[in-house]
């Protein structure tokens, strides 16, 4: 199973990431967030014989906090 992986700013749309092929169930961005900025994720998988499988329905929002 291989999956893609995008994160938008929320407000603007304005891409900050995409990545293919990620094989892992987890993923850390290869780009630095911005504190207190808004961001939204979405993800599709494919299957070893490149078949969709499914992705978010939905895009999923998340906010960068620096930890205190």
């Given at each position: 199973?291989?999956y893609?992986?995008?994160?938008?700013?929320?407000?603007?749309?304005?891409l900050?990431e995409?990545?293919?092929?990620?094989?892992?169930?987890?993923?850390?961005p290869?780009?630095?967030?911005?504190?207190?900025?808004?961001?939204?994720?979405?993800?599709?998988?494919?299957?070893?014989?490149?078949h969709?499988?499914?992705?978010t329905?939905?895009?999923?929002?998340?906010?960068v906090?620096?930890?205190?």
């Amino acid at each position: 199973m291989t999956y893609r992986v995008q994160i938008n700013v929320t407000d603007t749309w304005e891409l900050v990431e995409l990545a293919d092929e990620v094989t892992e169930n987890s993923y850390i961005p290869s780009v630095d967030l911005s504190d207190g900025e808004s961001y939204t994720w979405q993800v599709d998988a494919t299957d070893a014989f490149g078949h969709d499988v499914g992705g978010t329905m939905s895009a999923f929002r998340f906010t960068v906090e620096q930890a205190k």
